[in-house]
Nanobody, 127 residues
Framework: QVQLMESGGGSVQAGGSLRLSCAAS????????VAWFRQAPGKEREGVAI???????NYVGSVMGRFTISQDNARSTLYLQMDNLKPEDTAVYYC?????????????????????WGQGTQVTVSS
């Protein structure tokens, strides 16, 4: 059974940093894409960052230059380093694995392309 377990969420003041982690088990991430999504109350889910097996990355414009997605060599753990956090970054953050061979391309990060999802971790940024 595929399990994705996020950790590292919490509450910080604006300008602070958090590092999210996502540990994968029950599935070998090889040529998949892995990504972070977020959903704020009353808003649609939004793709935040994505990385593929060649470490190509893409980000939503609102986090570019502030967030960094990365993965360990075994691709068993995914990270999202979040710096200079803003109140509008407040959301539940989810990691996701595509479950199929995938390559990062330009454009919005589409949640419909991801088969496996974690349960989410809350990030709250106060002003």
């Amino acid at each position: 059974q595929v399990q994705l377990m996020e950790s590292g969420g919490g509450s910080v003041q604006a300008g602070g940093s958090l590092r999210l982690s996502c540990a994968a088990s029950g599935y070998t991430i090889s040529n998949d894409c892995v990504a972070w999504f977020r959903q704020a109350p009353g808003k649609e889910r939004e793709g935040v960052a994505i990385i593929d097996s060649d470490s190509r990355t893409n980000y939503v414009g609102s986090v570019m230059g502030r967030f960094t997605i990365s993965q360990d060599n075994a691709r068993s753990t995914l990270y999202l380093q979040m710096d200079n956090l803003k109140p509008e970054d407040t959301a539940v953050y989810y990691c996701a694995v595509s479950g199929w061979r995938c390559r990062v391309v330009a454009g919005p990060i589409d949640g419909a392309a991801f088969r496996y999802w974690g349960q989410g971790t809350q990030v709250t940024v106060s002003s």
